[in-house]
């Protein structure tokens, strides 16, 4: 995960106290069940990129032909194309 949990937190607060501050929005629920539901999506897209990130290393590093290395050019095009790939095929 590149952020930790309490930077989602951190962030989620924010953005919930910049709805507060706004007048235009009238609340069914409480500010603490909207940060929450923010904070879960985070967490969940974050899960997301980190499986993508694997998954797409695990087809790299499957390249027997000639391997790659971490920083290159074409490493760079190919980790691109397999994790927009795997995002795609997962509806995103």
Do not use: C
Not at 20 to 49: G, Q, T
Not at 69 to 75: H, I, M, Y
Request: net charge negative; charged share 35%.
């Amino acid at each position: 995960m590149k952020l930790s949990r309490d930077k989602v937190n951190h962030i989620s607060s924010l953005i919930v106290k910049n709805f507060d501050e706004m007048d235009d929005f009238d609340y069914k629920v409480p500010l603490n069940e909207i940060r929450l539901e923010v904070m879960r999506i985070f967490l969940d897209e974050l899960k997301i990129d980190d499986q993508a990130e694997i998954e797409v290393r695990k087809i790299l590093s499957s390249y027997t032909s000639k391997p790659l290395r971490e920083g290159t050019s074409e490493w760079d095009v190919l980790y691109e194309k397999h994790y927009n790939e795997y995002l795609a095929k997962h509806g995103l």
